[in-house]
């Protein structure tokens, strides 16, 4: 059976590791005034887009999913010849609308695949599974590299969804921001009153930085640290703990919303690399989407790991 693996473009993972597994895309595009680029994935076109626009202007953009017509039309049109099942694994729902857009498109796709796929010579069923990933960005990642690795491993279709399903509930994202003022000014734009004024304003007085947790959907501070470095080296410091202890996947996934060279000189981040290799974790790292950098501000760090509950200690 040929299994096919849908994320969208807010799914951090490495660009080589999405061409190399065949990994497809569901583009989201950024528009900063007269400024548009549909992100694919380029970690270059995404980094001049960075230094160019987002760095200014990035609180105004406007992030444009791709629609339930664009879903239908791709799904029709490529991989419902291409493949025999897909798994279409998206952004948590509770941030974005690409979910319940995928899953509108579904029951188009299910409904119109016979004539396309009789056409291209195939008389066999066409199945769909659109899963949630109740996360975002960089936890994203670690979902979509289990399901290449699952998939490559000869798993059933069975097998594997069951797998996917109880990852998405035990998933954890973390994430440190540089600009607690821009993370503001974007959710204002975005009508999400999640990051208060006063908050910034203390955070960025004191330089007091909060440790974002993202589970099951859910986004919410668990611990404030003084300092960026300060910071994100504790956050390292504490998936390395997690890494030692035994992850439900051998993944962690980190994204950076820069150039990977600044993201490798952060403190903790050696060590964290060391710790993985010495427990065979793989640690996939990669430029933040386009998406997340707008959205969270430039520098940012988000890291992501499947593992029983736990409470954040920095």
């Known amino acids: 059976m040929r299994i096919g693996i849908v994320v969208d473009s807010a799914c951090d993972l490495p660009q080589d590791f999405i061409e190399k597994n065949n990994l497809v895309l569901l583009p989201i595009t950024v528009r900063i005034g007269e400024a548009v680029l549909a992100d694919h994935r380029d970690e270059q076109a995404t980094l001049s887009f960075l230094h160019a626009h987002v760095a200014e202007n990035g609180a105004e953009a406007e992030t444009i999913p791709f629609s339930v017509v664009q879903i239908r039309d791709l799904f029709l049109g490529q991989l419902v010849i291409d493949y025999d099942h897909v798994f279409c694994m998206t952004i948590t729902k509770t941030r974005s609308p690409i979910y319940d857009n995928a899953m509108q498109a579904s029951f188009a796709i299910l409904n119109d695949y016979k004539p396309v796929r009789q ?94 947790h993202g589970y099951r959907g859910e986004t919410g501070p668990v611990a404030k640290i003084k300092g960026f470095d300060n910071a994100v080296q504790k956050l390292f410091d504490f998936v390395g703990q997690r890494v030692k202890a035994g992850l439900m996947t051998p993944t962690v996934c980190v994204s950076y919303g820069g150039e990977l060279e600044d993201l490798r000189a ?49």
Do not use: W
Request: charged content about 15%.
């Open 266 to 314: 952060l403190p903790g981040y050696a060590g964290l690399r060391q710790t993985c290799e010495a427990h065979g974790v793989q640690l996939f790292e990669s430029v933040m989407s386009l998406t997340g950098m707008v959205n969270v501000g430039k520098g940012a760090v988000t890291i992501g790991f499947a593992d029983g509950p736990h409470t954040f200690s920095g």
């Open 119 to 212: 056409a291209a010579g195939f008389n066999s069923p066409f199945a769909l599974r659109v899963l949630d990933t109740q996360n975002l960005f960089a936890a994203q990642g670690v979902t979509a590299v289990e399901a290449v690795r699952l998939r490559d491993s000869g798993a059933s279709v069975q097998q594997i969804r069951e797998k996917l399903e109880q990852l998405a509930h035990n998933v954890h994202g973390y994430m440190v921001t540089r600009d607690l003022y821009y993370m503001r000014a974007r959710a204002r734009h975005k009508g999400d009153r999640s990051v208060g004024l006063i908050s910034a304003a203390l955070g960025s007085a004191l330089d007091i930085k909060p440790v974002l």
